[in-house]
């Protein structure tokens, strides 16, 4: 079955970029919507954005212009840039596979700890 | 923008007794919601789609039901592995998450 492996630094300083990648492995990445949410310690989840797997993306407005999303096919990777980052882009990040640009998230990756602090 | 309530925000239940979780759209979303599990350091895990479709593999006794702004999620005998924090989640909006119901026992 599919499993998403998400990869990347643990700890950012402020104002820097935050960079993830979300490895896919066990099935195509064809037709699927490819999705980072985050969720800050002790809090509830955010839906940040997707991208197709064409390269078309669509971004959380609360966030647009900080965001970049990108998919390489041949690496079975996407991936999350996040810049000017702050204290509030602590969380856990997660990336995970949508069937349509809006409905279920399923599956899910593993979830990593990003801190930002100097 | 539609809001996602769910109460209560933490639910104590007698370990074998079943389990109501109540979510809330501001306006209708029709079926278009599904549930998520969520245990302590690990990812949400999908339950439940299209109000009241089991995902594959989930136990029988969770169910879900509604339509438009109510819905509902049932555990119907509590076990120790459905400790965890339950979200529900709208397709269409970016702002797709409830705020979680924690279920603990009494």
């Known amino acids: 079955q599919v499993q998403l492996h998400l990869s990347g630094p643990g700890l950012v300083k402020p104002s820097e970029t935050l960079s993830l990648t979300c490895t896919v492995t066990?099935?195509?990445?064809?037709?699927?919507?490819w999705t980072w949410l985050r969720q800050p310690p002790g809090k509830g989840l955010e839906w940040l954005g997707y991208?197709?797997?064409?390269?078309?993306?669509n971004y959380n407005p609360s966030l647009r212009g900080r965001l970049t999303m990108s998919i390489d096919m041949s690496k079975n990777q996407f991936s999350l840039s996040l810049n000017s980052v702050t204290a509030a882009d602590t969380a856990v990040y997660y990336c995970?596979?949508?069937?349509?640009?809006?409905?279920?998230?399923?599956?899910w990756g593993q979830g990593s700890l990003v801190t930002v602090s100097s | 923008e539609i809001v996602m309530t769910q109460s209560p925000a933490t639910l104590s239940v007698s370990p074998g007794e079943g389990a109501t979780l109540s979510c809330r759209a501001s306006?209708?979303?029709?079926?278009?919601l599904a549930w998520y599990q969520q245990k302590p350091g690990q990812a949400p895990r999908l339950l439940i789609y299209?109000?009241?479709t089991r995902a594959t593999g989930i136990p029988v006794r969770f169910s879900g039901s509604g339509s438009g702004t109510e819905f509902t999620l049932t555990i119907s005998s509590l076990q120790s592995d459905d400790l965890a924090v339950y979200y529900c989640?709208?397709?269409?909006?970016?702002?797709?998450f409830g705020q979680g119901t924690k279920v603990e026992f009494k």
């Open positions: 066990g099935g195509s990445m064809s037709l699927y919507y």
């Open positions: 306006e209708s979303i029709d079926n278009n």
């Open positions: 991208v197709f797997y064409t390269g078309g993306t």
């Open positions: 995970a596979r949508k069937a349509s640009a809006f409905g279920i998230f399923d599956p």
């Open positions: 989640q709208h397709y269409n909006d970016w702002r797709a």
């Open positions: 299209g109000a009241s």
